[in-house]
């Protein structure tokens, strides 16, 4: 019997903030925590979670206060290649700052696959949903909380 093993990575990714995310935050840094078995030749899929945070600015002349979220996925890489692979993790976001609910969570990547660690950019949103205590008077309750960015994720 072939029994497949599976393996952990960790790391971390920082980017700007970008969309509707961008008026209120500037920049975005977390880690990810992600195990991953082979399914096919090139394709592995598991899980992913982190700590994902994002840094509040001013905006018109609200002091908008950091959010941070803790993303629960399911993730797939595959390698077209040997070396290059795309990758997505669909899952949700649960919201741990103040009023904030959390929401849908999607990030695709792009990256380069050597023997110890991944090197990768992404695009990351977060359908988020929060209950503001006050705020600009012409904010939604819902927005899109995005960023893009470069991570490493080293393997295990």
């Known amino acids: 019997m072939n029994a497949q093993s599976g393996n952990f990575e960790v790391g971390p990714y920082l980017g ?3 969309g509707e995310g961008g008026d209120a935050y ?3 840094v977390g880690a990810t925590f992600a195990y991953y078995v082979p399914v096919i030749d ?9 700590l994902d945070h994002y840094f509040g600015k001013d905006y018109r ?16 890489k595959y390698n077209f290649i040997p070396k290059l ?3 997505l993790d669909l899952g949700f976001a649960i919201g741990l700052s103040d009023g904030s609910k959390g929401g849908f969570y999607g990030r695709p990547s792009f990256g380069f696959s050597l023997p110890v660690v991944d090197l990768y950019a992404y695009y990351k949103s977060i359908n988020n949903s929060w209950e503001p205590e006050d705020g600009p008077g012409d904010w939604d309750n819902k927005w899109n909380v995005g960023s893009v960015g470069v991570g490493a994720a080293f393997k295990f």
């Open 26 to 28: 500037n920049l975005n």
């Open 61 to 76: 002349g609200w002091d908008i206060p950091d959010a941070t979220f803790i993303p629960i996925a399911a993730s797939a």
């Open 85 to 87: 692979y795309v990758g």
């Open 42 to 50: 090139g394709l592995k899929v598991g899980g992913i979670t982190g």
């Open 16 to 18: 700007p903030a970008i």
